[in-house]
């Protein structure tokens, strides 16, 4: 069963109706109108938002919540950005210019290397340009600033497999959202945000991996969604958010991010190749080549654009298919002569972009308002056309015309592309957008609400009238202050942060018992291995030469077993605890480099997934060292083999981190090994620690805590027979000191320390996520 198409269906809880469709219930709400004059369009505004289902009215209040502001959402404007990073031959951006919209469902498309991931991570703040000047909500801003108000969901649905639907977003939630909230707060928002996604039937469930699924590819998405929304932005960027879905599923995931657009959120996409359908749904589109401009304006202008330019269209083609030909420079089955390669289209774009700035008649395109291309004297039009905006008046009468007539009454979006109504595109894609309440009691209840505010709303047009009516985008500056001040207090405390993910860290492992059960037992039986091959000897692990004048009594000496108990040790541990110590950080790397892009503190995350591992590291001692020393029966104190070999688990499992930052997943485990191997064997036992210090590499072993550990061992072994055998000269022939347990001990803690450090810089400074 399709479990997506299933999932677009089922209703949340304690939702009546079964014909529930989440987010895309807000594509059927009327326009949703801002600016507030004397308090008359917010009327207007509760007018239209009364209409919404109450869980996307709780979603919508939450986020203003959040926000602290009344109408979130984010536009962007752009002017001359160009990137050339050091080292690179040419820029990767140039001369880009133009706006995003606020609350508008835009697309990146371009041929590959074309640049759009690097623009995406510019307006997402990741990545800096060279040149260019960028506003936010109409104010030149840095965008660094907004990146808490910024999601980015990855092309890959980098979430927590073996944690629930309902814990993955909770868990982003808390993170993320205001620090003040409390714990009921977070809660209302992540339901708000579970039900609208369509998740609510589900929240229960283990979101899975990709190898052994457990919900549907779609429902993985949302999840991946719900992650951002938990967090409250005001922008939502998505790599190729449709690809690897049926085509039911990507349907449904584009209709959700548009009505998530429509509620105020910018929703910014890369795709590649989009069905028709999806190509429909998208408002307004950037095309990129070689990391330049060749399109940029309302999707519903894209096919005349290119048809200026000598492009045909076939009857039947798919538009998406056809647009990405022409804009990678493969559109001669639609241009029979002529150029048709990507400089000539960058150069059209910008030469007709330049010719309309400076009113010259033959420019191809004109500014549509963007504030920052258009609003100065210095200004680009940075645009194709959009029909300018019908009045208020015009919208509010279409809607309550259509409202009285029972057909769907026109969408922002459509009347913000044309005051000629809906393109045809448009129309296509709300006959293919199934009308999931024809006669519900809600769509009544909004129509009666509506009768009932003809008279009011028939009142204010009047004064309407003086003023121009916004519609996406809307710059909201006034409450730009109140925003960014918000924004400090965006986010849980990093002590917080180490609590929520000490205990997530710790759910997890309670959920994965099969594989602890696996770590003990190898662990108890690599003890029992080791203390049977040693049971022979019978704790007798040292020999040597009686002190004057018995030395002629002397019958053997044997220094060499002390150490080699100690090698085998340090070996065993190594073979017992380095895969288990790669698997907590490399089978996470994604999703932990998922959340320090979207805020997390990697400090945190490191620290508690640490602490976390310490009870199951001491679990594994204790099954190592307890069968070790019931059968080699040794005349080390319980509790001082007990610590020397935990510090050596604690040693091993953070040259595993360190290990986790560099190899790759399925390497990982092979080059712990490999290398708790190698510290191993640098314990001194053989070669001897003597023969070592006369290569003058004493220092390299030093490095190792193998060493440390068969030091302690050996003075544990040798010093309680001194009173009896010339443990000196044991001691010179071995090259271990006798004394100084302590010491080592704390040496052993200090290196599994050094290598944790290590790790950390590793963390921070491994290759960021693609975008
Ligand atoms: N930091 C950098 N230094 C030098 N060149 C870079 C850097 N980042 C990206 N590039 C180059 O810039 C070009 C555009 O890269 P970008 O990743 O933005 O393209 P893209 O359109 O997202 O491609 P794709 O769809 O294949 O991911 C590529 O040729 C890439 O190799």
Redesign the pocket.
């Known amino acids: 069963m399709d479990l997506e198409a299933s999932g677009s269906r089922s209703p949340g809880p304690h939702i009546s109706t079964d014909l529930w469709a989440g987010f895309q219930q807000a594509l059927d709400a009327p326009p949703h109108v801002y600016n507030d004059v004397d308090g008359v369009i917010t009327s207007i505004r509760k007018t239209a938002e009364s209409s919404l289902s109450p869980e996307i009215r709780a979603f919508v209040e939450s986020m203003r919540r959040a926000t602290d502001v009344t109408d979130f959402g984010l536009s962007f404007g752009y002017k001359d950005l160009s990137?050339h990073?050091?080292?690179?031959r040419?820029p990767?951006?140039s001369h880009i210019s133009g706006s995003i919209r606020r609350g508008a469902l835009t697309a990146?498309m371009?041929?590959?290397?074309?640049?759009?991931?690097?623009?995406?991570?510019v307006l997402m703040g990741k990545?800096e340009c060279t040149h260019g000047e960028i506003q936010i909500n109409g104010v030149p801003d840095k965008l660094k600033r907004y990146k808490k108000l910024v999601g980015y969901v990855p092309q890959d649905d980098i979430v927590l497999p073996d944690m629930t639907v309902y814990e993955n977003i909770h868990h982003s939630a808390r993170i993320r959202l205001p620090r003040e909230w409390g714990d009921n707060d977070v809660r209302a928002h992540v339901e708000s945000v579970i039900n609208c996604l369509e998740l609510a039937h589900i929240k229960d469930s283990m979101v899975g991996s990709i190898g052994k699924p457990t919900i549907s590819g779609g429902q993985r998405k949302r999840v991946s969604i719900g992650m951002e929304l938990a967090a409250a932005p005001m922008a939502i960027f998505l790599d190729e958010p449709t690809s690897g879905l049926d085509a039911t599923a990507a349907s449904s995931i584009m209709r959700t991010l548009k009505a998530i657009a429509r509620l105020g959120i910018s929703v910014v996409v890369?795709i590649?190749q989009p069905r028709v359908e999806i190509f429909d749904m998208i408002d307004d589109l950037i095309l990129?080549a070689n990391?330049q401009q060749l399109y940029e304006g309302p999707e519903a202008n894209v096919r005349p654009f290119f048809e200026r330019l000598g492009y045909t269209f076939p009857k039947h083609a798919n538009l998406g298919d056809v647009v990405t030909d022409i804009i990678t420079g493969n559109g001669r089955a639609y241009k029979q002569e002529g150029d048709i390669s990507k400089d000539g289209l960058v150069a059209h774009w910008r030469t007709s972009r330049y010719a309309a700035a400076s009113g010259n008649e033959g420019g191809d395109i004109a500014g549509d308002g963007d504030a920052l291309a258009s609003g100065t004297s210095t200004a680009v039009p940075s645009r194709a056309p959009s029909p300018p905006p019908p009045a208020l008046e015009t919208i509010m009468s279409a809607r309550l015309d259509s409202l009285e007539s029972g057909a769907d009454g026109p969408r922002t979006h459509e009347m913000a592309k044309g005051s000629s109504g809906t393109s045809s595109t448009n129309r296509r894609t709300r006959s293919e957008v199934p009308d999931v309440r024809p006669d519900s009691p809600s769509r009544s209840r909004s129509r009666s609400r509506f009768r009932d505010r003809t008279l009011s709303i028939a009142s204010v047009r009047e004064s309407v009238r003086e003023s121009v009516p916004v519609f996406f985008p809307q710059p909201v500056n006034p409450q730009r202050a109140i925003m960014l001040q918000y924004l400090k207090k965006r986010g849980a405390s990093r002590l917080k942060q180490m609590r929520l993910c000490l205990s997530r860290a710790l759910l997890q492992q309670s959920r994965d018992f099969p594989t602890l059960f696996f770590e003990l037992g190898l662990a108890a039986l690599a003890g029992s291995l080791l203390g049977l091959a040693e049971n022979p000897k019978a704790g007798v692990l040292f020999l040597a030469p009686y002190y004057p004048p018995y030395d002629v009594l002397s019958v053997s000496m044997d220094v060499k077993s002390a150490p080699e108990m100690a090698l085998l040790t340090a070996i065993a541990i190594g073979l017992v605890s380095s895969a288990p110590g790669v698997r907590f950080f490399s089978e996470e790397m994604l999703v932990q480099r998922r959340e320090a892009e979207a805020g997390h503190s990697r400090l945190a995350y490191f620290v508690a997934k640490n602490v976390s591992v310490l009870p199951r590291m001491m679990l594994a001692c204790l099954h190592f060292t307890t069968p070790l020393f019931l059968l080699s029966v040794p005349i080390i104190p319980w509790w001082v083999a007990f610590a020397t070999n935990l510090f050596y688990f604690y040693c091993i499992y953070g040259l595993a981190s360190c290990v986790s930052m560099v190899a790759k997943r399925e390497s990982a485990p092979l080059l712990a090994t490999m290398t708790s191997l190698i510290i191993g064997i640098l314990s001194g036992g053989a070669p001897s620690l003597n023969s070592v210090k006369t290569w003058h590499l004493e220092w390299l072993w030093r490095m190792s805590p193998g060493v440390w550990l068969a030091e302690i061992y050996f003075g544990q072994l040798v010093n309680p027979l001194r009173h009896i055998y010339d443990v000196h000269l044991a001691s010179r022939l071995v090259g271990f000191d006798l004394e100084g347990t302590g010491r080592n001990l704390g040496v052993l803690v200090a290196i599994g320390t050094i290598y944790r450090i290590i790790a950390f810089v590793g963390l921070v400074k491994a290759k960021k996520m693609?975008?």
């Not at 990073?85 to 690179?88: D, H, L, R």
């Not at 371009?110 to 995406?120: E, H, P, Q, R």
């Open positions: 990137c990073p050091k080292g690179s040419e990767i951006l990146i371009g041929g590959s290397g074309a640049g759009k991931t690097t623009f995406v991570n990545a890369i590649h990129l990391g693609r975008v």
